[in-house]
């Protein structure tokens, strides 16, 4: 019995001096995603502060990194090119100096970035110099070289911390053909995330073996663009469908959200999105048990969303930047011209509004066009009467879009309506019902505020009269009565229509799903294209007119009056709490 305790107790004593050898290691991961140029925190459209941005994520990083040291992994997740006026004036005024965005990553020691579709909207110039000049790894597992049938930039990226071998896989969204020029992303192609994944993940286990691995997905939750080949946001079923992953961190949709979701092999994942413009970021809490040979003995991962809103700004950052803030602020405080009286995109749910209509005025005006479409970019952007400057522009226009005119017939008109009024109104079957509609579930949604659809695929028409009967079924709403000039409206024949690239190459669908043309066939139909985006033209035209005032044309209404004046009314009140 003494000799059978005491090998027990060697046996025990052993076990313990194999367990003091094991080393736990705690890392923090962070993510940022859809950043859009909040970079500093100063608004360049507004011209006033800016809560959130890249400076305060800085100083919440730099704290984190004080603790934990290289124990800290920074990773972006893309579409941090596009939105706020410094990214223009770094992607296409001042192109001879690094841009902003690299050197802003860089200053901030990130570890890696992905990709967003808004990042190739700048074109091949500006996004191939850029990925040039960030120094982390940019990833795209996804992005394939047509010439090389391999990924144009890195599929992924192996980090070691502390004995920790940690894989990170980037994916793009593959709606890309979907929304811009083929001459923005020329030798490119976009493949399905599942198996794009799938494939990647099996290679990492293979050649790799990492210890944790991370998806770094620039595609939404679920919904979206989906056709057979892909789903434009398919982070959930990644996660879902492709074991392995041990975080998915995404973006794209710009809502914030924090799941786990069991994969098919029974494991729970992960999945952390911190919605866009810097006001957040995603953390991935992870502890990590290793053996003396460095074997994984076990992992537990947590996470949260933290608001960096009260964070400081990072002043050391803010000075080192200086010199670019000081040619930004000149570049928006350019006078351009004058208003007359205000406009504000809350008109434009509630009928003709002089903010759409002075777009659609200028695009026929620009092109010659028979008729225009145009829908408000940004959900609730005033710009004041009186004197207008450069940063005006960016609330005028928000995005890098082109100007198509494209050959449709009355019919096809009429349908590409059709499909955008069901996607903006009920169909009210009492004067008590909503006009709006809206979905509760997307009130924290920061790209659809209470709708249940988009607000950028709410196009108007300018050019013809009709009418909106909001208590007719889906595809039925939509009355052409005449062109605006007076003449005759004819579903038959084919009509001369201006529109931004992102409608005229599918995106939104109307054109699609909605006026029926297959998206094949839409390169065809565009009979003009403009050699640069729309907002320098609308400028263009503002400083050759001087003083303008926009006004409501006041060619479309919702119909039945009797129910709809007082359900505007409603609908106004509780979206904008007016």
């Known amino acids: 019995m003494k000799r059978l305790l005491a090998i027990l107790a060697l046996g025990c004593l052993g076990h313990m001096t194999m367990n003091a050898k094991n080393k ?56 941090i090119l596009q939105g706020q006026p410094i990214c223009y004036f770094s992607n296409f005024i001042d192109r001879e100096s690094p841009n902003v965005a690299a050197e802003v990553t860089n200053y901030m020691k990130y570890d890696a970035q992905t990709l967003g579709n808004h990042d190739i909207e700048t074109g091949h110039a500006v996004y191939d110099k850029w990925i040039g000049e960030v120094d982390c790894p940019m990833l795209g597992a996804n992005i394939i070289d047509t010439k090389t049938g391999k990924p144009y930039v890195k599929p992924y990226t192996i980090l070691e911390r502390d004995g920790v071998r940690i894989a990170i896989l980037g994916m793009l969204t593959p709606a890309i053909p979907c929304w811009l020029s083929e001459s923005l992303w020329q030798g490119l192609a976009f493949g399905e995330m599942v198996n794009s994944a799938r494939y990647w993940m099996n290679y990492l286990q293979e050649h790799e073996h990492p210890h944790l691995v991370f998806g770094l997905l620039h595609s939404g939750w679920d919904g979206g663009i989906k056709t057979p080949e892909y789903d434009e946001d398919a982070a959930q079923r990644v996660a879902r469908e492709v074991p392995g992953f041990d975080v998915v961190f995404f973006g794209h949709d710009h809502k914030v959200r924090q799941e786990w979701v069991v994969n098919t092999a029974g494991q729970r994942v992960l999945c952390l999105d911190p919605s866009c413009n810097a006001i957040n970021v995603a953390q991935a809490n992870i502890t990590v048990e290793l053996d003396q040979r460095g074997q994984l003995v076990k992992k537990i991962v947590d996470g949260e969303i933290y608001n960096v809103c009260n964070e400081p700004v990072d002043e050391q950052m803010l000075s080192h930047f200086e010199p670019t ?88 008109i009429r349908k590409h309506l059709e499909m955008s009024y069901d996607l903006w109104v009920n ?57 605006s000039n007076g003449q005759p409206f004819d579903e038959k024949k084919m009509y001369r229509v201006a529109v931004n690239s992102y409608r005229g190459n599918g995106g939104g ?52 009056e009797a129910w709809t004046r007082e359900a505007l009314k409603r609908d106004r009140k509780l979206i904008f709490k007016e």
């Not at 736990?24 to 925190?41: M, N």
């Not at 959130?52 to 972006?76: A, C, I, K, P």
């Not at 928006?332 to 004058?338: D, L």
């Open 24 to 79: 736990t290691i705690e890392l923090k991961v962070v993510e940022t995603s859809d950043v859009h140029g909040c970079f500093f925190p100063y608004d360049f459209m507004e011209r006033k502060p800016l809560k959130g941005t890249l400076t305060r994520v800085s100083s919440y990083v730099n704290r984190l990194r004080q603790t934990h040291g290289n124990r800290v992994l920074l990773v972006d997740n893309g579409d």
């Open 325 to 412: 803030l000081k040619k930004v602020r000149e570049f928006v405080e350019r006078k351009v011209g004058v208003f007359e009286k205000t406009i504000s995109t809350r008109d434009c749910f509630f009928g003709p509004s002089a903010f759409t209509d002075f777009i659609l005025d200028l695009q026929l005006q620009i092109t010659g066009a028979d008729i225009s479409f145009n829908a408000p970019l940004n959900f609730d952007m005033t710009i004041e009467k009186g004197p207008v400057y450069m940063s005006d522009m960016f609330k005028l226009y928000r995005y890098e879009n082109q100007i198509y005119v494209m050959m449709l017939s009355g019919e096809e």
């Open 427 to 483: 169909t009210m079957r009492s004067p008590d019902d909503h006009i709006m509609l809206l979905n509760d579930d997307a009130n924290t949604d920061m790209q659809r505020y209470g709708f249940k659809n988009l607000t950028f695929n709410f196009d108007s028409a300018a050019g013809i009269d009709y009418e909106v009967d909001v208590t007719k079924p889906d595809g039925q709403k939509v009355r052409i009565l005449q062109m």
């Open 509 to 560: 669908e109307l054109l699609t799903r909605g006026a029926g043309i297959p998206k094949e066939e839409l390169q065809k139909r565009i009979v003009y294209q403009s050699e640069l985006d729309q907002r320098y033209y609308l400028m263009k035209e503002i400083e050759r007119l001087g003083t303008v005032c926009p006004k409501a044309h006041n060619n479309w209404r919702f119909v039945p």
